[in-house]
Every structure is written in structure tokens, then in C-alpha cells.
């Protein structure tokens, strides 16, 4: 008869599924983190977005001379790179703006700051095509984003750019439309330093730092997102990096420097910032490089850091290694790729003194 | 009733329903809008390099979402692996058990479960994956994954179990079998199709799904790299285009979100039809 | 079905069973926990009184979520009343006007819409529906209605109008499925009671359908209210990302669910902390909402529908 010749197999038979169902379920995240599939060694970066893609072009070129190497960089916001950073979720971090000594206090292994390249925080807006890029000074973008200027059309926006009248002649909708980050943003950090050097009512209702409450306007994620709405929203106006407002083909303003001279954005105009404050740099270099008073010295120029510990994680096993071994690549090789992406390259003299500082991070390794 | 009050309310009638229809079609339009651009916006993306190659560098035209479109299949995969025993479990226990209380009550609790928001599902698995481990990975994103799925599959399974007609359970009784033999070998047993079904509908749902990975399996620019490391999703990869400013990231969202569309309405249409060749077989016998 | 002759392979296998029932009750549990455990840091250093206070501003140390309950609230709001006539007239084409064949279609169609993934609709919206707030809709709602608070301000397209459309479509197929059924429940006889008395088409439906239905349909809204709460990143894309307190319709906003989504990434400490209590708060208002859904909605025997 059946039931007793089969009764004995079908409950052995169903443990066996679920005692192998749940030792898998055990086996399979132990052994997945011994790196059994990939041959290649990942390194994982997060932060800013502002040199993303000199970033990504150099990770690209370096993989090409190291394929064993895969390096993940997600740009995140200057914010979230240290956050990642200090909670050891990531190898390396990346911000425009250096860390706050708040925030080097809470690292759980001391972070050194590795200025990477240099670039121009640019005003890009979107207007209808005008000759000429339009004039700003640092009080009219700092009335801008506190709401005191909302239209295009303002006789103080008019005094410098007498074109934009023509623009809105027949009652075509005039208001500025600010963007500004929702993201914590080195950027906005930068941005915001430069509104308080230039505008006390800014320094003392705002402030600075990688977030905060902007008085109008609404947020893009990343210098990306900002692009992204200014690209499509007429009548808007954004802060970016070079590189984002010239790729996109967006145009960006001339601003007054302390010489009260109208710089564009290059280059050559970051270089003469970055060069004009290297008496400056301090021996950890961080610092900032905006209104650096220097013939055609470009107003909103920053550094970018990569954000690096001074010793490997315990789970290391060679990201360290490749992360210097990736920061000598960049000071030097890497540093020819800057130009045709509108970074500036780091003066020649800061480099020495950044890869003494990395050649030590070797040795304590 | 004078013969204006019937004219009135015969022009009523005919607004009313106009009204109603009108309404209704207004529901399909964002189908029908969507489904277009999708379409027309997404074939322009689909090429042999779009599904092989990995991402350019920024701002560069070309390359591919190979790397996400694998990272999907990964991430379901291991969804599915820890949330179908589970569910299925589940699903027999309400629908084999309903007697019992603690079957009603699991009924709520797996409602409740469903009804917690996907986010707050990736919130939870952060804090027990990410932060403790250190970092993003494949694992967290398929725990949160697992976690949405085991209430649709024990429901489904539910639904299923529960269309076997009583009259082939009590027969197995009534054959001296004991009450989980029973269960197995025919309840269960007979009803792998439409469990399968069930589990696929579930695998539809969650491939879809997008912010339980933002920060637990986050996203990556490399192929696979090993479970414990961060993995790049279909639809966080259309997330992370949309929002950029360059066009050919743009088009290649649209890309993935055809890669969606055509996976999920695929695998819905494909079931449904199959149910209802089902059902006319059925109702024939 | 005579639990006295259960044999040790029975036992063995119901309590199996019942360690994976365990396991339901464990994460609803351990999601309590987690969340509380994550946002207990916030709740204690910084009281509730400023947990919900209006101003969220996180590098000064002020993490009010107001804010974002108020998107939330007003965002599913909006998108109820867009939503819940639209899903209402398709129940009733699909029950009592539609022929077969059409009313299978059309009832397959819209739930098409439910299939499609968030992302997608966040992706329709951010390339098709927001242009056409921006250049047709908004202008024309403030020139012509722009003495209401709602249709004031600027206008960048991404607002909270654009989220609460977008919702509405989401939230149409699963107003519509519970009004279908409950649109059935009501007796045949009810129905043609009406007519014999010489009521137009209209009329019955209003009459015999409509106005017996009343509670069901109010369990399809809150079911829907329920889904509008967690949808995250359609909402994410499309409604500007900005905390901000305000009526006006074309302002950006956000939810707490899109808090959430665009700043855990980079959150520490307090911020990650308040983003902790957001999820709880999230939490529980969706428990709320769905004790309300089954208080309302009284499961319908199978074999009622037609």
C-alpha cells in the first residue's frame, strides 16, 4: 500500500530543502565578501559633483593603465562624500570645500585634504540669445538669491545690461527663477563664502556652509541637477561648474573681481586665483581661493579635494595602495587632462608640496 | 411629470454619462501619453552596446547600462531566493490554516507589512546592513527588496492555495493522509503553476522598484564586483540620467525605462492571458 | 480537519509554519524598533516641540519636519480629489455601461497603469509634464485665477501641483479596483428597482450605485490615500525638493517620503537622526491610515462578483 512506503521520505526530502535553503542564506554573504567574483580590486569614492567629470575621465585613463583596478566614484554632494567618509563606507572622499574642524574631529582615522585641480564656480541663466554674456557683481548676485531682485528687469540689472530690456519688452514673463542645491554641496559652501565676502546682509541672514536655508528658489541635485533645471526653465539662473555651463552650452556672467575688473571664467583666470593665493595655502591646505585680489583673478574660484585617511581601514586589502598610487597619477598625468575639460591645473609648486605630503602618507603606511 | 422636468433630466442623462465616460478616458490618457514616449524616446537608446557596454565618462556620448541591467537580474534574484520560501510558507499557512488564530492574525500582520512604504523598507535596511557592515551593498539592496516582495508572494500563494476546491482536501483526509502530506503533495503540489504565476507578478513588481536601493545596494559605474560591494539597478540608473543634464543620459533613461515596460507589461499581459485560457479550459471541463 | 489525531509530521510542519509567520511579525517589529532606534537621538537631544517645528534647516541645528507632513498631506490631498472622480467614473463604466469585451479591455488598461514603476512616472513626468505646467497650464492659471493663494508665485514647472497630478494617475487604478467591487456588491435587483420606476440611467447609478456605496468608495480613497503617502520617486522628481511651507500650488515642496530619498545619502548625526523620525512619523501615519482602511473596508465574500 502507498502512504507507508512514501511516508517516510517527503519530511527527511523537505528538510533537506529548507536546511539547504537556510545554510545558503548563511554561506553566501560570508563568502561573497572573500572577493570570490571579481578580479579586479574595487575601490569606492564619494562626493562632490563639481569635479565629477574631470573625475570620471580619470578614472577611465588610469583603469586604462591599471585594468585591475576598478575605481567607483559617486557623486553624491561634497556633503555626502565626507559623511560616507567618516562613517567608513567609502575608501576616499571628495569636497570642494575643505572639512570643518568639527568635522576632522569626528574622523575615526585623521583625514588629510589632497587638493586635485582647481575650477570656477560660473553663473550660468537662461535667457533668450544675447550678444554678450550679461554683467554681475557679487552685491547684485547676492540680492538675487535673497529675493531683493526678482526681476530681469531691475533697474540695477538694467544699469549693467541694458539688452535685457529689450528681451522682455513685450510684458513677456520677467522673473528670475533661483536655483540653488537641495543637496549638501561643497559648492554651495564655496558659493556662499563668496556672497558673504561680497554682501554683509548675506554673511549675517545666510551665512555659509554645505547647507542651508536659501531664502528663495527651488533645489537641484548636484551641480548636475542645477544645470538640469537652468538648461530647462527660461528665466532661471544657477551656480555651476565651468565645465557643466560650457559642455551644456549654457551662457554664464562676467563677474567683478576685488579690481573691480570683469573676469570670465577660465582657465587662465582660475589659475591666476589659484596662483594669487599660494603665499596663502597652509602646510594642511585647506583654505579658499575666492575674491582673490590678483590681475584677472576669477572671483569664484575654488580647490577640490580628494579627502584621504592617513592610514588604510582594517578591511584593507590594497584600496590604500591604489589610492595613492591613483593621487600621484592625478597631481601629474592627470593634471593634462584639466584644460580640456576647463579645470585649471594645480600651480606647479602647490604640486611639490601636495606629493611630499602624499609620499608621507606612504611611509606611515 | 410635465415634459420639461422629463426633457431636463433626459439631457442630465446623456451629460452624466458623457461625463462619466469622458472621465474615464481621461484615466487611460497618461497611459497612452507614457507609453508613447517611452516608446519613442527609448528605441533610439536600445542598442547591442546599450545593454553590453558600461558607462562613458561624464558628458561623453555612447556606452551602455550592461553593468545595471545585470545588477537587476542579481538584485531579483537574490530577492527572490530569500523572499519566495518565506512567503510561500506564508501563504500556506493562511490559506491552510485559516482556523487557527494566528493565521487571521498573520493575515494582518502581512497586510500591514504591505502597506509599509517602500522608502521606510530601505530606511530599515540601512540601518541593519549598511551601517553595521560599513558600507553599500548587494546584500542590503536584496534584504530591502526581499522585505517589500514576501507579502505580495504570500498572497499570492494565499489566492492560489486558495482555489483548490475543498472537496480534493477532504478526499486526501478521508484517504488517511495526514494533514501536511495533504497540504504538500496536492494542494501545493497542484497549484505550482499558479504559484509560479504569483511569484513572477511579484518579480515584476519589485524589479521596478527603486527606492529601496538608493541607499542600500546605491549604484555603481563598475560590472559586478562581488555581493558586499554596491550594484548599479535598472531603475536606479534611470533615476540618477533623468535628473542629469546631458541628452544622451537622458535618452539612454528612456532606454531603461523601455527595458522596464516591456519586461513588467510583458510579463502582466503574458499572465493574464494564460489565466484566461485557464479559465475557458476550466469552465469548459 | 479534526485536530485530535494530528501526528508528530503535522506538528513538526505547523511549527515550521509558524517560524515564518514569526518572521512577518519580527520585521513589522523590528521596523518599529530600527526606525525608533535611529531617530531616538533627534527626539531626545532636540524635544519634539522643535522636531516639529516649521523650519528645517540642518546645518543650524533646526530639524522641524513640518514641512514635509505638510507636502505629504497636501500632495495626497490634491491628488485625491484629481484622482477619485476620474477612478469613480471608470468603476462605473467598467460596471454598469461598458459591454463585455470593451469593459475587459478597458479594465486591463487601467490596470496597466498600476504596473508601471515609479521611476518611469517620475521620468514621463519630469520630460512631459512638467514642461506643459510650466508653458501651458501654470501661466495660464495665474493670469486668470491668480488672486487665489494656490495659483500665485513663481513658476519653475517642478511644484507640488506637478507631484499631486502625477499621484493622482498612480493612485486611479487602486480607487478604481475597490469601486468595481464594491460597485458590483450592490444587488442586481436594486438596481432594476430603480429603473422599473422609470429612472433614467443616470439616475439608477446615482441612486441604486452610487449613493449605497458611499462607504466603499471611502475605503477606495483611503486605500489610495494609503499608496499616495509612500510613492517616493515619482514625487522625488518632480516636486522640487525644497522644504518649504507654502499654499501656493507652483511652489516646490517636499514629502516626507522624497526627504528621505534625497538626503539619507549624505545625512549624520542629528540630520540622519530627524530623517529617522520622518520614517517613523511616515510609519505611522500609514499604520493609522490602514487601521482606518480595514475598519472601513469589511472583506467582501468571494463569489459576490458578477
Not at chain 1, 554683509?200 to 547647507?211: F, L, N, R, Y
Not at chain 2, 422636468?5 to 484615466?27: C, D, E, F, H, P
Not at chain 3, 491668480?146 to 480607487?175: D, E, H, K, N, R
Not at chain 3, 443616470?202 to 494609503?226: C, D, N, P, Q
Amino acid at each position: 500500500m502507498h502512504p507507508s512506503k512514501t511516508d517516510d521520505t517527503l519530511m527527511p526530502k523537505a528538510f533537506y530543502f529548507l536546511a539547504i535553503w537556510v545554510a545558503s542564506l548563511i554561506a553566501v554573504p560570508t563568502t561573497a565578501h572573500a572577493g570570490l567574483f571579481g578580479n579586479q580590486l574595487m575601490v569606492n569614492g564619494a562626493g562632490a559633483t563639481f569635479p565629477y567629470p574631470l573625475y570620471s575621465k580619470w578614472f577611465a585613463e588610469y583603469q586604462k593603465l591599471h585594468p585591475d583596478i576598478a575605481i567607483n566614484y559617486q557623486s553624491i554632494g561634497s556633503g555626502g562624500g565626507i559623511r560616507q567618509l567618516l562613517d567608513e563606507t567609502v575608501d576616499f572622499g571628495a569636497s570642494d570645500a575643505p572639512m570643518t574642524d568639527e568635522q576632522l574631529k569626528k574622523a575615526p582615522r585623521p583625514i588629510v585634504h589632497i587638493p586635485a585641480t582647481s575650477g570656477a564656480i560660473v553663473m550660468t541663466y537662461h535667457l533668450p540669445p544675447l550678444k554678450s554674456p550679461i554683467k554681475l557683481t557679487g552685491a547684485l548676485i547676492a540680492d538675487i538669491y535673497q529675493k531683493k531682485i526678482t526681476k530681469w528687469t531691475d533697474p540695477r540689472l538694467l544699469e549693467l545690461n541694458p539688452e535685457l530690456k529689450t528681451l522682455f519688452a513685450n510684458g513677456v514673463d520677467s522673473d528670475i527663477l533661483v536655483v540653488h542645491r537641495s543637496d549638501g554641496s561643497g559648492t554651495s559652501a564655496v558659493f556662499t563664502e563668496y556672497l558673504s565676502k561680497v554682501s554683509e546682509s548675506w554673511k549675517k541672514e545666510v551665512g555659509h556652509g554645505t547647507a542651508l536655508r536659501w531664502p528663495t528658489g527651488i533645489g537641484g541635485k548636484g551641480n548636475e541637477g542645477v544645470t538640469s533645471f537652468v538648461k530647462q526653465i527660461p528665466g532661471s539662473i544657477g551656480f555651476v561648474e565651468l565645465v557643466f555651463a560650457k559642455t551644456l552650452k549654457l551662457p554664464y556672467a562676467l563677474l567683478e573681481n576685488p579690481r573691480h575688473e570683469w573676469v570670465d571664467a577660465s582657465m587662465e583666470s582660475v589659475t591666476a586665483a589659484a596662483e594669487g593665493a599660494l603665499k596663502n595655502i597652509p602646510a594642511d591646505f585647506r583654505t579658499s581661493i575666492t575674491q582673490v585680489n590678483a590681475p584677472n583673478a576669477y572671483p569664484i574660484s575654488s580647490f577640490t579635494y580628494l579627502l584621504i585617511p592617513t592610514k588604510p581601514a582594517p578591511g584593507d586589502h590594497g584600496q590604500y595602495r591604489a589610492i595613492l598610487d591613483f593621487l600621484k597619477w592625478g597631481l601629474t598625468e592627470g593634471q593634462k587632462l584639466s584644460p580640456a575639460l576647463f579645470y585649471a591645473p594645480l600651480p606647479k609648486s602647490l604640486v611639490e608640496r601636495i606629493l611630499k605630503r602624499v609620499n608621507q602618507l606612504e611611509v606611515a603606511k | 411629470m410635465s415634459q420639461r422636468q422629463l426633457s431636463t433630466r433626459k439631457i442630465v442623462n446623456v451629460a452624466g454619462i458623457a461625463l462619466i465616460v469622458a472621465l474615464s478616458l481621461l484615466a487611460l490618457s497618461p497611459l497612452i501619453s507614457v507609453l508613447y514616449y517611452v516608446v519613442a524616446h527609448g528605441w533610439r537608446a536600445l542598442s547591442l552596446d546599450f545593454f553590453t557596454k558600461l558607462p562613458l565618462p561624464v558628458g561623453e556620448t555612447g556606452g551602455g547600462i550592461g553593468h545595471a541591467i545585470l545588477g537587476s537580474i542579481i538584485l531579483v534574484v537574490m530577492a527572490s531566493i530569500i523572499s519566495v520560501p518565506i512567503g510561500l510558507g506564508m501563504g500556506v499557512l493562511l490559506s491552510e490554516y485559516r482556523h487557527l488564530r494566528i493565521s487571521r492574525l498573520l493575515g494582518s500582520v502581512v497586510d500591514l507589512l504591505a502597506s509599509i512604504p517602500s522608502i521606510v523598507i530601505g530606511l530599515f535596511a540601512y540601518a541593519i546592513v549598511v551601517k553595521p557592515f560599513h558600507g553599500f551593498s548587494a546584500h542590503a539592496g536584496a534584504i530591502a527588496l526581499s522585505i517589500v516582495m514576501i507579502p505580495i508572494v504570500a498572497r499570492t500563494t494565499e489566492e492560489m492555495l486558495k482555489l483548490v476546491s475543498q472537496t480534493v482536501r477532504e478526499a486526501g483526509l478521508a484517504l488517511g493522509l495526514p494533514r501536511y502530506r495533504m497540504i504538500l503533495r496536492i494542494v501545493v503540489k497542484g497549484s505550482l503553476g499558479p504559484i509560479l504565476v504569483g511569484v513572477i507578478l511579484a518579480v515584476a513588481r519589485i524589479a521596478g522598484e527603486t527606492a529601496p536601493l538608493l541607499f542600500t545596494a546605491f549604484s555603481s559605474q563598475q560590472w559586478f564586483q562581488g555581493l558586499s560591494q554596491p550594484i548599479a539597478s535598472i531603475p536606479v540608473q534611470i533615476y540618477n540620467y533623468a535628473i542629469s543634464p546631458y541628452d544622451d543620459w537622458h535618452e539612454k533613461a528612456w532606454g531603461g525605462a523601455l527595458i522596464l515596460i516591456l519586461m513588467v507589461l510583458g510579463l502582466n499581459l503574458s499572465i493574464r492571458l494564460f489565466l484566461a485560457r485557464k479559465n475557458q479550459t476550466r469552465s469548459r471541463s | 480537519m479534526n485536530s485530535h489525531s494530528e501526528n508528530r509530521g503535522d506538528r513538526v510542519f505547523r511549527l515550521v509554519l509558524y517560524v515564518f509567520a514569526g518572521i512577518a511579525f519580527a520585521l513589522v517589529l523590528g521596523i518599529l524598533v530600527f526606525l525608533w532606534n535611529l531617530g531616538w537621538p533627534a527626539i531626545h537631544q532636540l524635544g519634539l516641540r522643535n522636531l516639529f517645528s516649521s523650519e528645517w534647516n540642518p546645518p543650524l541645528h533646526a530639524f522641524g519636519i513640518s514641512p514635509f507632513i505638510f507636502g505629504t498631506l497636501v500632495s495626497s490631498f490634491w491628488a485625491l480629489v484629481i484622482a477619485t472622480p476620474i477612478s469613480v467614473s471608470a468603476a462605473i463604466l467598467l460596471t454598469d455601461l461598458a459591454p463585455r469585451k470593451f469593459g475587459q479591455v478597458f479594465g486591463f488598461l487601467v490596470e496597466m497603469l498600476a504596473a508601471i514603476p515609479s521611476v518611469v512616472y517620475g521620468l514621463w513626468g519630469l520630460f512631459v509634464v512638467i514642461p506643459w505646467l510650466r508653458v501651458d497650464v501654470q501661466p495660464f492659471l495665474r493670469n486668470h485665477f491668480g488672486f487665489l493663494p494656490f495659483f500665485q508665485g513663481q513658476i519653475y514647472g517642478v511644484s507640488i501641483m506637478a507631484a499631486s497630478i502625477i499621484l493622482a494617475i498612480m493612485i486611479t487604478p487602486t480607487i478604481t479596483a475597490i469601486c468595481r467591487e464594491v460597485f458590483n456588491a450592490v444587488p442586481q435587483v436594486l438596481r432594476e428597482g430603480v429603473l422599473a420606476m422609470g429612472s433614467t440611467r443616470f439616475e439608477m447609478i446615482r441612486i441604486a450605485v452610487l449613493k449605497s456605496s458611499k462607504s466603499g468608495i471611502l475605503g477606495g480613497m483611503v486605500l489610495g490615500l494609503a499608496r499616495a503617502l509612500g510613492e517616493t520617486m515619482a514625487v522625488t522628481m518632480v516636486i522640487g525638493n525644497t522644504a518649504d511651507l507654502s499654499w501656493s500650488l507652483f511652489a516646490p515642496h517636499q514629502t516626507m517620503a522624497s526627504a528621505i530619498a534625497s538626503e539619507v545619502a549624505e545625512a549624520n548625526g542629528l540630520h540622519l537622526s530627524a530623517l529617522g523620525v520622518v520614517g517613523l512619523v511616515l510609519l505611522l501615519i500609514s499604520g493609522m491610515v490602514f487601521f482606518v482602511m480595514r475598519s472601513i473596508l469589511v472583506k467582501k465574500p468571494k463569489g459576490a462578483k458578477r
